[in-house]
């Protein structure tokens, strides 16, 4: 593939071929822009951008729940030397609080929303009393409706060393980081990709991953148009209430190149095994991208399995490795390979020391999946806590180098700092060994917890649990672990507590309360903690938490605070809403859930919702879907509705 100097240049090279790009927003519900519209609209947005008032170097946040709007909101900036500012919608309060910190850090920035989302922003910032939030969403707000389709915007001159966009795909939500991606960064990592992966024209991709995520944005939208293909885009949301909708269009537009993190597999696999989906055909599919969070071998292998009898080769699963401050992509290996993984001692993981190897089924084993080699134009090495080259073999941590790594953290000189060795080396934050030439990721330095594919920082979390009466940060730690014999991380409360632990209850039903209405995250276990181990200097040791956790030394506590039998169990006088009980018995884990509980504020994940409603609409098909609960929110009211409807 042709190195292109700025992402102008690449749109530019393709806006005559003969392809399209798809937007799925439901089974029936698609929409196809052909790359010439795609320029056309894009420039028509950007005259409208322009009449505004906007000019090259203002920034413009992209803020829309439509991959169509986004896109042409995302081109319009670039073609004009505006800068893209993508940010993920949420419904949670700390999602709409990062979206007005970022509004706060950018110099000149301009929204780009729907009409719906505008007025749900000002009411909380009119809520909140942010005066100056609320100025900026009335005068500097751009609505998809106010765009004049007979405009046409005056295209800017980029240089390979221009800003292309800012990316917040992760970080603290208390204090976002805005990585600088140049347009030397992104054309340099869209051509590595490219051909690390032998992608080519003749390809068709197909993500639900959004594309406020780097490698929904990066690696399915712009490297793959960079390259030519076809490519189609299902709405996240789309695919976390329909996800056998993934496998079923990836059939019918007989995609090539597909990609999911961790739960990807596991949220399609558990309504597969229940539902199936027959005439299945997945032997267009050359790769599944597999990446974003640490890979279960176990759950790639669980995977395979279940594909296999329509077709999936075994070739085809395609463990990666990435970070937003690297653009995204940093290591893949040889397409058509097998993958393959090293088992070894979880206690033998510590930076500058050989790892031992075990046997998978031993008490201590843990499997890590090779990700590959490091694609063109990056440089990685493994150091020890002062900087040193190690050799292969030894454990240690992941720093890398090259022209896809961003050069600065927006508007922080301090984090900048901070986020580089000596000779530009960037620290990745996480851990990992060369075996046979393959980078193998073994852990992270960083405190960060990755549920579902996203990033979230623990003291975010901790400030909010805080909050409780009788609890303050002295009190609370928040971390994410991977148990033996898990398959994805779970997100783990540990808060310090020195009572009886059946007084503890009404603590664990607050945290997953808090945590659940203020975040959308579900938490798998509160544990009490006698004592919060920190370092002479006071620092939390997290890894010390944890490391008691799946050593198994919670394991009493937790017995003892399960509920007890019969608790939870289907107790309403009314048949429909006993038999919903039991339904959400059997997916909200260790929570009860009581026939008048809002569903919406029992701390459950917008995941675990949509499981409850799947398997209501097993039992009564066609009659519930998943925004029906926002009228219907508690099960006496579903059960009511279902009557209704039958």
């Given at each position: 593939m042709e190195l292109y100097d700025t992402l102008t240049g690449l749109l530019a090279a393709v806006r005559n071929a003969d392809r399209e790009m798809r937007f799925i927003d439901g089974e029936n519900d698609e929409s196809v822009v052909r790359f010439p519209e795609l320029w056309d609209r894009a420039l028509a947005l950007l005259g409208s951008l322009q009449a505004r008032g906007m000019s090259p170097g203002d920034e413009l946040i992209i803020f829309s729940k439509s991959n169509e709007s986004f896109v042409v909101a995302f081109w319009a900036a670039v073609l004009g030397g505006i800068v893209p500012v993508p940010v993920a919608v949420g419904i949670s309060d700390e999602h709409r609080l990062k979206l007005f910190r970022i509004v706060s850090q950018l110099d000149r920035a301009t929204l780009f929303t729907e009409m719906g989302l505008l007025e749900r922003l000002l009411e909380f910032s009119k809520k909140r009393s942010l005066d100056d939030i609320t100025t900026l969403l009335e005068t500097r707000t751009v609505l998809m409706s106010d765009v004049d389709a007979a405009s046409h915007g005056e295209l800017f001159a980029a240089t390979a060393d221009d800003t292309a966009f800012i990316q917040y795909s992760s970080g603290s939500t208390s204090d976002p980081k805005g990585v600088i991606l140049t347009h030397r960064n992104l054309c340099t990592n869209i051509r590595a990709i490219a051909e690390a992966t032998h992608w080519n024209e003749d390809d068709r991709s197909l993500s639900w991953m959004p594309l406020t995520h780097d490698m929904g944005l990066i690696g399915y939208h712009l490297s793959v148009l960079g390259v030519g293909m076809d490519h189609a885009v299902m709405d996240t949301n789309v695919f976390v209430r329909r996800p056998l909708l993934w496998m079923s269009k990836a059939n019918?537009?007989?995609?090539?190149?597909?990609?999911?993190?961790?739960?990807?597999?596991?949220?399609?696999?558990?309504?597969?095994?229940?539902?199936?989906?027959?005439?299945?055909?997945?032997?267009?599919?050359?790769?599944?991208?597999?990446?974003?969070?640490?890979?279960?071998?176990?759950?790639c292998e669980e995977f395979l399995a279940a594909m296999a009898p329509h077709g999936l080769r075994r070739t085809a699963m395609f463990p990666v490795y990435g970070l937003a401050e690297a653009t995204v992509g940093v290591s893949i290996p040889e397409p058509g390979s097998e993958y393959s993984r090293i088992t070894v001692d979880r206690h033998s993981l510590r930076v500058g020391e050989t790892y031992r190897s075990i046997e998978p089924g031993e008490a201590d084993a843990v499997s890590f999946v090779k990700v590959g080699k490091a694609i063109r134009d990056v440089a990685i090495r493994i150091v020890d806590d002062n900087d040193n080259a190690l050799e292969d073999g030894i454990i240690g941590n992941i720093q890398l180098r090259g022209d896809s790594v961003t050069e600065r953290i927006y508007g922080d000189e301090a984090a900048t700092e901070e986020l580089f060795a000596a000779g530009d080396w960037l620290r990745t934050g996480d851990c990992g060994v060369f075996v046979d030439g393959q980078l193998v990721i073994t852990g992270r330095q960083k405190d960060i917890i990755i549920v579902n594919g996203q990033n979230y920082y623990p003291h975010d979390i901790e400030e909010i649990v805080a909050r409780l009466d009788g609890l303050d940060l002295n009190k609370v730690v928040v971390a994410g672990a991977t148990p033996k014999g898990g398959q994805t991380e779970e997100l783990i409360a540990f808060i310090l507590y020195r009572q009886a632990a059946a007084d503890f209850v009404p603590v664990i039903q607050q945290v997953r309360d808090v945590i659940g209405e203020q975040t959308g995250l579900e938490v798998d276990h509160v544990i009490p903690v006698a004592r919060i181990p920190k370092t002479t200097s006071g620092k939390v040791q997290r890894a010390k938490l944890l490391q008691s956790y799946i050593d198994g030394e919670f394991d009493a506590v937790l017995d003892e605070l399960a509920p007890a039998d019969g608790v939870g169990e289907a107790t309403d006088e009314d048949p429909l809403v006993a038999e919903l009980q039991l339904i959400c018995r059997a997916f909200a884990k260790e929570r009860s859930i009581g026939s008048d509980d809002n569903l919406f504020e029992v701390g459950v994940s917008s995941i675990t919702l949509t499981e409850i409603v799947l398997a209501i609409d097993e039992k009564y098909p066609g009659k519930l879907d998943i925004s029906d609960l926002f009228d219907y929110p508690t099960l006496r009211e579903i059960a009511a509705f279902l009557k209704r409807n039958t």
């Open positions: 019918e537009l007989r995609a090539t190149q597909l990609c999911s993190p961790n739960f990807g597999y596991k949220h399609f696999l558990k309504l597969f095994q229940r539902k199936g989906l027959p005439d299945l055909d997945l032997s267009c599919v050359k790769l599944v991208l597999n990446g974003a969070e640490p890979i279960s071998w176990e759950l």
